[in-house]
């Protein structure tokens, strides 16, 4: 199985803004849901925003609603994850999760986060 390829982490200050990355390779990336995960230091996964395949649905966490934005463009299989207003507590591995159906439930979220198989991720390090 080829993992998509997150990128664009990296060193921000409180207050400042990333945008993270996901390409994906093959030719199903526009029937799928698409979502990203973090992973703070010594913590469990935290499931953080999510898109449909129509790119007309999102999800967030309570963590994160209102100053990250997720974002894809099917015709580049490219995820994104516009992240403002930036916290010491976004300090995180993050990974992006390719779903199995158009959309992702309640359901669907749990189980992706139980089933592992994770890429390399992007590692966010927010720090004065």
């Known amino acids: 199985q080829v993992h998509p390829v997150e990128s664009g982490g990296g060193l921000a200050q409180p207050g400042g803004s990333l945008r993270l990355s996901c390409a994906a390779s093959?030719?199903?990336?526009?029937?799928?849901?698409m979502g990203w995960v973090r992973q703070a230091p010594g913590k469990g996964l935290e499931w953080v925003a999510d898109i449909n395949s129509g790119d007309s649905d999102t999800y967030y966490s309570d963590s994160v609603k209102g100053r990250f934005t997720i974002s894809r463009d099917n015709a580049k299989n490219t995820l994104y994850l516009n992240m403002s207003s930036l916290k010491p507590e976004d300090t995180a591995r993050y990974y992006c999760?390719?779903?199995?159906?158009?959309?992702?439930?309640?359901?669907?979220?749990?189980?992706?986060?139980?089933?592992?198989?994770w890429g390399q991720g992007t590692l966010v390090n927010i720090s004065s």
């Open positions: 093959g030719s199903t990336f526009s029937v799928y849901a």
């Open positions: 999760a390719k779903g199995e159906r158009r959309y992702y439930s309640a359901y669907e979220r749990h189980r992706r986060l139980g089933a592992g198989n």
